[in-house]
């Protein structure tokens, strides 16, 4: 297949060599990084999405494609000319040509739920910060897309990413600048990045367009548990509870929800390689231990 891979950052770039490896002839769109991409066997194709002309003139003939940009932080505006704009400017560029399958990496925080409950892709998507209502409107984007253009939109909702240099949690922990919040009820859903590598991969292979699935490993886990098997695996203490400042500063936009996984597992046949954050946290925490060099 040849493949485009939008954004090939922290996701993208080892989902592209991944793609290399099982022999696809892969395409890295991103404003930067070219040299990175060719070292990974990825042919760099340099534009910026916000920026419509810069996609004119680009190749279009790809079998599949991968939305995996990030904003790296900024506001609502830049929520909406990254991500919003940024995709009618894709789906506009791409329409109409070959492609069988466009993945894009939305996130669980469009469920705005935060009474703990159970959410899978059927339940509402009302989340309360103006950032993930701009996710929101991007996926409402692609659907249409979906339905009234053919576009071939598969969204994959990604919970908390962790994995090899990056968990913000473990960060967090060992900084000690981790806080329990209130009883430490609130429940976490995570996914390791070789799983949404691998995720993405199968939505690609088997994910039916206008179709939503839930990117989020098998074991949502309340902060205490999983602050407490931090805690007992590194020998470490408890992080102490959060002060009420720190509690309410933190809590706005905070959703409590546990995102289901069925569709993935059953209907896309994933099968996690780090099915729960024990799994993965104890593969990142070898992976500290071991001396560099
Ligand atoms: N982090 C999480 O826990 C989390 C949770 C849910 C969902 N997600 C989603 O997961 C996906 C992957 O995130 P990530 O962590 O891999 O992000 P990342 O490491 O920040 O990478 C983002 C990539 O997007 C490119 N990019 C940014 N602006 C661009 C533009 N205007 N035009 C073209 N390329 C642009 C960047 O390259 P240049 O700067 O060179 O352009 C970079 O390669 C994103 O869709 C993110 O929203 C993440």
């Known amino acids: ?3 485009l891979i939008v954004g090939c950052g922290y996701v993208g770039l080892p989902l592209g060599a991944e793609l290399v490896k099982q022999g696809h002839a892969v395409f890295g769109l991103r404003r930067s990084g070219a040299d990175e991409l060719k070292a990974a066997g990825i042919t760099p194709l340099p534009a910026d999405i916000t920026r419509a002309e810069s996609l004119v003139g680009l190749p279009r003939d790809f079998d599949w494609g991968a939305n995996c940009v990030a904003s790296g932080g900024g506001g609502v505006g830049a929520y909406q ?11 506009a560029w791409l329409g109409g040509a070959a492609l069988k399958k466009f993945v ?5 925080g469009v469920y705005g739920q ?3 409950t159970l959410v899978t892709e059927a339940s509402p998507t ?18 249409a897309a979906a339905r009234e253009k053919n576009f071939p939109a598969v969204i994959l909702r990604v919970a908390g990413i962790y994995g090899s240099e990056r968990g913000y949690l473990l960060k967090q922990f060992l900084r000690t600048e981790a806080r329990i919040e209130g009883q430490g009820g609130r429940v976490l859903n995570m996914i390791h990045r070789d799983d949404l590598v691998g995720s993405i991969i199968a939505a690609l292979e088997c994910g039916r367009a206008g179709e939503i699935y839930n990117a989020v490993d098998n074991e949502p886990v309340s902060q205490l548990q999983f602050f407490e098997w931090l805690a007992g695996t590194l020998g470490k203490d408890l992080p102490p509870p959060a002060t009420v400042e720190e ?3 933190r809590r706005r ?3 409590n929800k546990k995102v289901s996984n069925r569709r993935l597992r059953l209907e896309l046949g994933y099968q996690f390689k780090y099915p729960d954050f024990r799994k993965g946290y104890t ?4 992976r500290l231990d071991k001396p560099v060099g």
């Open 114 to 116: 935060n009474d703990g």
């Open 104 to 108: 894009y990496t939305s996130s669980t």
């Open 247 to 249: 509690a309410t500063t």
């Open 1 to 3: 297949m040849r493949v």
């Open 253 to 255: 936009g905070f959703t």
């Open 81 to 91: 000319q990254l991500y919003l704009q940024g995709t009618r400017n894709l789906v």
């Open 283 to 286: 593969a990142e925490i070898q």
């Open 126 to 143: 009302e989340p309360e910060t103006e950032t993930a209502k701009v996710l929101v409107e991007t996926e409402k984007a692609l659907l």
